[in-house]
């Protein structure tokens, strides 16, 4: 029997249902059949099976030999935007700037909580 | 009217939470590539973007919560995002895991695919338990859900 209470999660559900079905039955027919054959993996399942198989914890921490390759990579993505590469700088400067304020703060708040 | 900041905060992380999701999941692989119509960029640029502006939120969040604890305020707020106890230290502590390998993803993609390959292989597996758990948060509190009543109209009915 429904929960009469719960009637809100199920009407959302619903909408979700609806959202997911319309855009799968719009995308039936998008040309998305060859990159998924290429690619029919999760990006997390793909980097563990070329990359963290018979991995050490030094080579997560001492990768420099990648550098040179991935610094190849990167130039193939120059092309773009400035607009992208400002957001870019942008984010990236947001994030690590912040990154040990919000690691120091979950110390902090650690040891409060605790004691 | 009072506007109260855990409220606030509660419902811009979840903003923000969303389109992070939406933008996540479409990057993870062409199996869920059609949330963004295969537009792995534009989930690129959505999902830095909302990156950013999710840190921030985070670091307020922590911020205002040293604060009370300064101030010895122990008032349980029903709508922070983070607290001790509960679904609330469970995000924290996910918030956290997934700000700091979302972190090395980035610096990692420089120069080390081992670092990349550890770090995207945690961030994508706590964010299906995120997921997971934001449905569950949703079902049990769909109450909030309801558009509360207006007081005059109690007041009339009274």
Redesign the interface.
């Known amino acids: 029997m429904l929960n009469k209470k719960k009637i809100n999660f199920w009407r959302l559900a619903f909408i979700f249902t609806a959202l997911v079905i319309s855009v799968l039955f719009l995308l039936w027919n998008a040309p998305a059949g060859p990159k998924a054959s290429m690619m029919d993996t999760s990006m997390g399942n793909m980097m563990k099976g070329k990359h963290l198989s018979g991995i050490t914890i030094y080579d997560l921490i001492n990768g420099m030999e990648y550098q040179e390759q991935m610094r190849e990579m990167h130039s193939h993505h120059q092309g773009q935007s400035p607009i992208i590469f400002q957001l870019s700088y942008l984010t990236t400067a947001a994030i690590f700037l912040l990154l040990p304020f919000i690691i120091g703060g979950a110390v902090i708040l650690g040891i409060v909580w605790i004691k | 009217m009072n506007i109260r900041f855990d409220f606030v905060v509660h419902w811009l992380y979840a903003i923000l939470w969303a389109l992070l999701a939406i933008s996540g999941f479409a990057?993870?692989?062409?199996?869920?590539?059609?949330?963004l119509?295969?537009s792995y960029a534009t989930a690129d640029?959505v999902h830095?973007?909302s990156?950013?502006l999710f840190?921030?939120v985070?670091?307020a969040s922590?911020?205002y919560?040293?604060w009370r604890?300064i101030r010895n305020d122990n008032k349980y707020l029903a709508w922070h995002v983070?607290g001790?106890s509960g679904y609330q230290l469970f995000t924290?502590i996910v918030t956290?895991i997934l700000?700091?390998t979302?972190?090395l993803i980035?610096i990692?993609?420089?120069?080390?695919?081992?670092?990349?390959?550890?770090a995207?292989?945690v961030?994508?597996?706590i964010s299906y338990i995120a997921l997971a758990s934001v449905i569950w948060h949703?079902?049990m509190k769909?109450?909030a859900?309801?558009w509360p009543k207006k007081a005059d109209s109690r007041k009339q009915k009274a």
């Open positions: 990057m993870v692989g062409a199996k869920y590539g059609w949330i119509n295969f640029y830095r973007l990156a950013g840190v921030i985070t670091l922590i911020v919560e040293v604890s983070i001790r924290f956290l700000i700091i979302g972190a980035w990692c993609i420089e120069f080390n695919m081992a670092g990349i390959g550890f995207l292989f961030h994508e597996y949703i079902y769909c109450h859900l309801t």
